[in-house]
């Protein structure tokens, strides 16, 4: 099956592209999505027109994501997850939450453009890549922090060195006996 790319495809092609694919993955993946239409002699002379209009507007484009992603590399994204041993997440942060991260603070980034091999399942700091435009990569910094320190420090636990020693130790009468036998 031949189809014309509405959209950059990674390991297929790029928009305007007109490819070979199984038709399989043409009739389930590529059609439904709408990244791509069949390649008919009609649709082959609208994208020859669309091609030349293309050209025109990349320039523009790659102008505006250049600019979005000098934005994009100054974002750093906070998220607070509950965490087990070894500071280990429970769950994950996935390309999801980083996307619905960024469009809460005024960036509309598809999830499928931000790009890590598996979703991030310990604590630290990273930085993620985000293809903005097929030239432009841009980098958000994820910090992944415990919920635990955050209900500590919200709370204002004192520290045990402001309490008497005293405090501590149990008396020996208020301590539960055990039954003997």
């Known amino acids: 099956m031949e189809v014309i790319l509405k959209e950059d495809v990674n390991k297929l092609g790029h928009r305007g592209d007109v490819v070979k694919v199984a038709?399989?993955?043409g009739r389930n993946y590529l059609l439904p999505g709408k990244l791509a239409i069949q390649?008919?002699?009609a649709n082959k002379a609208v994208i020859e027109q669309?091609?030349?209009s293309a050209l025109r507007k990349s320039a523009g484009e790659k102008d505006s994501a250049a600019a979005l992603g000098e934005q994009l590399n100054a974002v750093v994204l906070e998220f607070e997850r509950k965490?087990?041993?070894n500071d280990h997440l429970f769950g994950s942060v996935t390309t999801g939450d980083i996307a619905a991260a960024l469009a809460a603070q005024g960036f509309d980034i598809?999830?499928?453009r931000i790009h890590i091999d598996e979703p991030l399942k310990t604590i630290g700091e990273f930085h993620v890549p985000v293809k903005v435009h097929r030239d432009v990569t841009a980098h958000v910094?994820?910090?992944i922090k415990s919920d635990a320190v955050a209900v500590i420090e919200a709370a204002n636990i004192i520290d045990e060195t402001d309490?008497?020693?005293n405090d501590f130790k149990e008396d020996e009468e208020d301590r539960p006996r055990r039954k003997k036998k």
């Open 83 to 85: 965490t087990g041993d």
């Open 163 to 165: 309490i008497p020693e």
């Open 50 to 52: 669309m091609k030349t």
């Open 23 to 25: 038709d399989g993955y």
């Open 110 to 112: 598809d999830k499928r």
């Open 39 to 41: 390649a008919t002699a």
């Open 141 to 143: 910094q994820v910090n």
